[in-house]
C-alpha cells in the first residue's frame, strides 16, 4: 500500500518562508511525477508544484518565482520550499505521487493526508 506523509506545515507571517517534506513509502515503481496541491476552504484542490522522474519541474502561475519543487528519487521524497509567501498561500498542502502506465493509457494518483499552512500576522 503506497503511504505518503507529509510535514512542515505551520502558522507564519506574511512575507515568511516554510519547507514542506513528504515521504512516500510502500512503493513498489517508479513514480512518474511528485508534488504538490492545495486547497483552501470553499476552494477546489489545486496544482501548486510538481516534478517528474527526469527533473521537469511545473509551477503554478501564482507560486512561480516564489516556491521550488525539489525531489529525491531514491528516497521517494518531494520537497516545497516556499518563501515570500501571502495570506493566499494559505490552505492545507498535500503531497501527490503519480503513477503512469502509459502502455495501458492509465494514471493512478495517490494522496497524503495533508499539512496545514497559514499565513497571517
Known amino acids: 500500500q503506497v503511504q505518503l506523509a507529509e510535514s512542515g506545515g505551520d502558522l507564519v507571517q506574511p512575507g515568511g518562508s516554510l519547507r514542506l517534506s513528504c515521504v512516500a513509502s510502500g512503493v513498489a515503481f517508479s513514480p512518474t511525477a511528485m508534488g504538490w496541491y492545495r486547497q483552501a476552504p470553499g476552494k477546489e484542490r489545486e496544482l501548486v508544484a510538481t516534478m517528474t522522474n527526469d527533473g521537469r519541474a511545473n509551477y503554478a502561475d501564482s507560486v512561480k518565482g516564489r516556491f521550488t519543487v525539489s525531489r529525491d528519487n531514491a528516497k521517494n521524497m518531494v520537497y516545497l520550499q516556499m518563501s515570500s509567501l501571502k495570506p493566499e498561500d494559505s490552505a492545507v498542502y498535500y503531497c501527490?505521487?503519480?503513477?503512469?502506465?502509459?502502455?495501458?493509457?492509465?494514471?493512478?494518483?495517490?494522496w497524503g493526508q495533508g499539512t496545514q499552512v497559514t499565513v497571517s500576522s
Open positions: 501527490n505521487l503519480r503513477r503512469k502506465i502509459a502502455v495501458l493509457g492509465t494514471n493512478y494518483a495517490y
